[in-house]
């Protein structure tokens, strides 16, 4: 079984920044590093939705919504990705979370994010 913990979210004013934090635990330990790694977000009211993912050789992308502002990254030694948020806006609000690409582990909590305009 595989344990996800996501970390970092907080109060942020518009224009600000966060880093977040996602610790894999579990059955991972020797395959973290082979998986396409995801960071997610559901706001409230909302569908939860892809924000950015990883190759595991350390190749981004990103929804157009966040491209230029958010920037991914996984360090495989430590079963461990990161998600440097820089320019916060309100739309960015939402509770963050980690996962495989597409979802295949159970989720974890997830960190709030809440950006004040």
């Known amino acids: 079984q595989v344990q996800l913990v996501e970390s970092g979210g907080g109060l942020v004013q518009a224009g600000g920044s966060l880093r977040l934090s996602c610790a894999a635990s579990g059955s991972i330990f020797s395959t973290f590093s082979i998986h396409i790694m995801a960071w997610y977000r559901q706001a409230p009211g909302k569908q939860r939705e892809l924000v950015a993912h990883?190759?595991?050789?350390?190749?981004?992308n990103y929804a157009d919504s966040v491209k230029g502002r958010f920037t991914i990254s996984r360090e495989n030694a430590k079963n461990t990705m990161y998600l440097r948020m820089n320019s916060l806006k309100p739309e960015d609000t939402a509770v963050y979370y980690c996962n495989a690409y597409g979802g295949t582990w159970p989720w974890g909590q997830g960190t709030q994010v809440i950006v004040s305009s």
């Open positions: 990883i190759s595991s050789g350390g190749r981004p």
